[in-house]
């Protein structure tokens, strides 16, 4: 894949593996709340027996969905997250089961802007989020300085545009 | 002269909403002033006025948008205003205009108008700028001054009237590269099955005629008729000349005056005889090409050829940006060339390995397994349906195997994919905006890789063909790489 390009190096802050973890125990507490929360009703109003078969269904899997997206996906997503900008380009590469590769060229940037929400706040980090023509790329959980440093990088370089 | 002042719409444009108003509220005013005229009722009395003060209002409002709208080009910018309260002021730089579409309906047509718009890149509403009612000779100045202001970026303040015709010139030495004879009409009508849209209407006449006369004592007299194979003969061919007729003549209708021709700088493409419409785009603001074919017409060796453009391309049904859709394969590829000399289209192109056809005949198909797993719980009894969808599968990965081919030409990048329905994409590495390569854990395994392009368009298009080498993604990375060689800096 990488014969003549030099591959992305940069990799994300460790600390993402705890921002994610802590969003994904939330979002999959709501989730096994409402769910819980249907279940005590279909049992109090007695509805259809299928309801009752579909709920019991979808907490098994939501359970199943939840050690996954909590324990095992964070992990894996930080691990094999890459980046990488120069003058030319923003490259990234992400995924470990299937692995995907981007590449975009510095003059078809149109914004970079960086976000923190209470987690990535607790942890001192932000996440670039880079808008293309028809697209944005998120680079997530960057530390401070760097997540700083990268934008006004990016900013600098897209400065120059081509005829299009 | 002066310099030229700001313009409203044609004054036609406030009847046209009045009948829009009209035709929007219908209903209301037939229930309220016809049905209920001089009802005694309170509630009816109060919607009636409420109803009459919500009409006056949009009459008014009708009246004041069209008075308050006005345009104005300056310097290659053209600046609109609009609002009476709360004004608004919109500053479109012509050369980001990414393509000009006129249409000219019946109703244009009775007044002897037209509506021109420029579609700029942006997203979202504000990406297009129409303006529905102005003379013909209004839309040419436009379309004028939009070209006129691409070649020479300082004009003077003060234009001529001789001036505006000079600069127009060039717009009138076009070469026409296809307009459609009678034999063209025929094969569109035949490939597009037009003649079989009368049945539908057919349908709808019997039902209609089935309410006014009772059809059904009719049908022992039909069925005496019927009865005498000559007279069903006759019945039967008189309906399929009925049937192609009908095909010829909506084919006709929407294909007929065809024309597709392109000066130096522009290309424009013209069609339809009630309802006609116009697209032309920039040569360099075409950002790919894309030759799809259907089953049928790869069976008669048709292709249709679309053009991409950044900006919004209009009605989906009108198809404003595809060159004639029953073009003969070379003739388009032809065309792409003709009408782009920037543009270089080759005939032979890479197939894929037989890596890629060993990991399409293994990769599981999860539609499959979950239909084949619910015939299974719930009517085993139906278990050859699972076999059938599984030939289906296996049938269509084949034809898109065969069908899949590939090609990095110098500057110019070529896929082509599907299976019923193939399309060819090409563009130019400065028109992609950017790359992905996908590799699955089955794909690693292959040594293959998926590669996609992305392109200005409305939505952005995605170009994907997956299982080609992993040296070919690669070459395909590099290649991208490389566009900083040739790109033009503004």
């Known amino acids: 894949m990488y014969s003549k390009i030099q591959p992305p190096t940069k990799k994300i802050s460790k600390e993402s593996v705890k921002v994610w973890r802590m969003t994904e125990a939330i979002t999959n507490l709501i989730i096994l709340a409402v769910l819980g929360i249907l279940l005590f009703v279909d049992d109090y109003f007695t509805w259809k027996e299928w309801i009752g078969w579909i709920l019991n269904g979808l907490i098994v899997l939501s359970f199943f969905h939840a050690i996954w997206s909590i324990f095992i996906e964070p992990i894996l997503l930080q691990k094999y997250w890459r980046y990488d900008v120069n003058e030319e380009f923003i490259q990234t590469k992400r995924g470990a089961w299937s692995e995907t590769h981007e590449l975009i060229p510095m003059t078809k940037v149109q914004s970079v802007k960086l976000n923190q929400g209470p987690f990535l706040r607790k942890y001192n980090l932000y996440s670039l989020s880079i808008g293309t023509m028809g697209d944005s790329h998120d680079i997530p959980a960057i530390p401070e300085k760097e997540a700083y440093e990268l934008r006004d990088k990016i900013a600098h370089f897209a400065k120059i545009k081509e005829v299009d | ?83 009476l309260v709360s004004k608004t002021y919109r500053t479109v730089p012509l050369h980001k205009v990414q393509n000009v579409q006129q249409r000219t309906t019946l109703f244009h047509k009775i007044f002897r108008l037209t509506s021109l718009t420029f579609e700029t890149g942006m997203t979202g509403e504000q990406g297009s700028v129409p303006f529905e009612m102005i003379s013909r000779k209004e839309a040419e100045r436009l379309e004028g001054e939009y070209s006129s202001k691409q070649e020479l970026p300082v004009i003077e303040a003060d234009i001529s009237e001789e001036r505006i015709a000079e600069d127009m010139e060039p717009a009138i030495e076009k070469t026409i590269h296809f307009t459609p004879s009678k034999h063209d009409v025929l094969k569109a009508s035949f490939t597009s099955l037009s003649f079989l849209a009368l049945i539908p209407i057919l349908a709808t006449l019997y039902n209609t005629l089935d309410d006014f006369i009772d059809l059904e004592n009719a049908e022992g007299f039909l069925a005496k008729l019927l009865d005498t194979w000559w007279i069903i003969t006759i019945v039967i061919a008189g309906l399929i000349c009925v049937a192609v007729a009908f095909g010829i003549v909506s084919t006709f209708v929407k294909y007929g005056k065809y024309e597709i021709s392109s000066d130096h700088e522009r290309i424009y493409i013209k069609k339809g005889v009630l309802d006609e419409s116009a697209f032309s785009i920039r040569k360099e603001k075409v950002q790919a090409v894309e030759i799809t074919q259907s089953i049928i017409k790869r069976v008669l060796g048709l292709a249709e050829v679309k053009l991409i453009s950044a900006g919004s391309t209009g009605d989906e049904e009108l198809e404003t940006n595809t060159l004639y859709p029953f073009l003969s394969i070379e003739r388009a590829y032809g065309m792409v060339e003709e009408i782009l000399p920037a543009y270089k289209v080759e005939r032979s192109m890479r197939s894929l390995s037989k890596q890629a056809f060993k990991i399409r005949m293994l990769r599981p198909s999860f539609f499959w397994i979950l239909t084949t797993l619910a015939i299974y719980y719930f009517k085993p009894s139906l278990w050859y349906i699972s076999l059938i969808i599984l030939v289906l599968i296996y049938t269509l990965r084949i034809m898109d195997y065969k069908n899949s081919r590939y090609l990095l030409n110098d500057e110019f990048i070529q896929f082509k994919s599907g299976s019923l329905e193939t399309s060819l994409f090409i563009t130019k590495r400065s028109k992609v905006i950017q790359i992905e390569v996908e590799r699955s854990k089955l794909q690693k395994l292959f040594g293959l890789a998926t590669i996609e392009t992305i392109n200005r368009s409305k939505p952005v298009h995605h170009t994907k063909l997956q299982d080609v080498s992993v040296e070919y993604a690669d070459e395909f990375y590099t290649w991208y790489m490389d566009r900083t060689k040739n790109i033009q800096f503004e």
Request: net charge positive.
């Open chain 2, 1 to 83: 002269m002066m310099e030229e002042h700001a313009k409203r719409l044609h004054p036609i444009k406030i009847l046209f909403e009045f009948w829009k108003l009209l035709k929007g509220n219908v209903f209301f005013i037939i229930m309220l002033y016809i049905l209920n005229f001089g009802s005694e009722k309170m509630y009816m009395k109060l919607l009636q006025i409420g109803f009459l003060v919500y009409l006056v209002w949009k009459v008014i409002s009708v009246i004041l948008k069209w008075y308050t709208y006005k345009y104005q080009i300056k310097d290659g910018t053209l600046y609109i205003t609009s609002g």
